[in-house]
């Protein structure tokens, strides 16, 4: 008999706050435990989203009985041994962006999602900020005509964004896959699987990080289509991905930030470019969209669009971004995946 409702754990209760809510809310889902290390968290988040069972290792969780989806909202770090070890444990995942930060741990997830055959969701929730979303419609009605180039970025500032614990200053978040992975699967959504990246990096804002604070990158998609994305994580300026999709027949500018999105077209009866605004709301991390997406794929049986293989694309191009960088030389996205991502 298919289930009627879900009920659900977060770990992760700071980012998973967000998660939290779209449960709770949700009409067809139940919020029965939470964990986080922090104690003293954890016995706010207890009491804000009223539930009983609140622990701060998430191995506790692995054999309920009482959980059949779990939102992994820790540190980039524990999302691969997290996700795995509840899908093993017989529940459906929803993994925080990024899916990892390297190519092998994306490749551990993909094992697992066929192994065990549970649902697997990665949380690329510029899916479903409302602009972007519009934007993908519009190119998709051929509004533009064909589209030619695609860019995007993430310029944000982490001067005090460091994560509990400083956990984002680490060698290992690099910035184009923690955060660029967010402008880098965009991209991919809109203009499709990138097959080769040349990029540059540098380093003069966050001088005390580990790791480069700006990268560039050209991107060469399938079907002649190139593009650009950059990822500054020091950059003095409001949070912004802005957005431009250049067709030949018009182009749309978009953000995640700001309450319009612009397109410039010239299909129309004049035949000259016309410009026009459309009114968006703004939100940038719609994450109840998603977990209401997540739940349709469960109860359902939507196929899950970000899915473990979508998510490792995405690693693997930002994977290659930071690689091409450090090498001066163009990365093929190809050669880092191999055929894990195959069908
Ligand atoms: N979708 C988005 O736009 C978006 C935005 C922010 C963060 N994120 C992602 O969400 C995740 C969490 O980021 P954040 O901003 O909440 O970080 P944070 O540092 O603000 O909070 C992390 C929380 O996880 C807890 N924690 C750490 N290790 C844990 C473990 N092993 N088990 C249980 N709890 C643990 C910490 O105590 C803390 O409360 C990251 O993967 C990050 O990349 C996504």
């Keep these: 008999m298919s289930k009627e409702r879900l009920r659900a754990a977060v770990i992760g209760m700071r980012m998973g706050r967000g998660h939290a809510t779209g449960y709770v809310n949700h009409p067809r889902t139940d919020l029965v435990a939470i964990c986080d290390k922090d104690a003293g968290l954890l016995e706010e988040r207890k009491k804000e989203f009223n539930v ?18 779990v939102s992994v909202a820790t540190p980039d770090y524990f999302h691969s041994e997290q996700s795995i070890a509840f899908m093993k444990a017989g529940k459906d995942v929803m993994c925080e962006k990024p899916l990892t930060l390297d190519v092998e ?14 649902k697997f969701m990665v949380g690329q929730v510029c899916r479903y900020a409302p602009g972007f979303v519009l934007a993908k419609q519009m190119i998709e009605r051929g509004e533009i005509g064909e589209l030619f180039l695609a860019e995007s970025e993430y310029a944000h500032t982490y001067r005090h964004a460091r994560g509990v614990g400083d956990w984002r200053v680490d060698p290992r978040r690099e910035p184009v896959i923690g955060g660029g992975c967010h402008a880098v699967d965009l991209l991919r959504w809109i203009a499709g699987d990138v097959e080769e990246v040349s990029a540059y990096a540098n380093h003069k804002c966050l001088t005390d990080w580990p790791v480069n604070d700006c990268t560039i990158a050209a991107l060469k998609f399938g079907k002649g289509v190139i593009g650009k994305v950059m990822v500054s994580i020091g950059c003095v300026r409001p949070y912004t991905m802005r957005s431009v ?21 010239q299909k129309n009866q004049s035949g000259r470019p016309e410009f026009a605004t459309f009114p968006v709301n703004i939100a940038s991390h719609n994450v109840s969209a998603e977990i209401a997406e997540f739940v ?16 490792a694309k995405t690693v693997a191009t930002c994977v290659a971004v930071v690689e091409s960088a450090q090498r001066g030389t163009p990365v093929k996205v190809t050669d880092l995946l191999g055929d894990a991502a195959a069908p």
Excluded: M
Aim: glycine letters at 8%.
């Design 245 to 265: 999709f250049y067709g030949t027949e018009g182009t749309i500018v978009c953000d995640n930030t700001s309450p319009q999105i612009q397109l410039c077209s």
């Design 52 to 69: 009983d069972r609140a622990v701060t290792d998430y191995k506790e969780l692995l054999d309920a009985k009482d959980i059949d989806v």
């Design 296 to 311: 349709d794929c469960i109860l359902g049986g939507k196929p899950v669009l970000t899915n473990e293989i979508e998510g």
């Design 105 to 118: 741990e994306a490749k551990a997830i993909i094992k697992a999602v066929r192994e065990t055959g549970r």
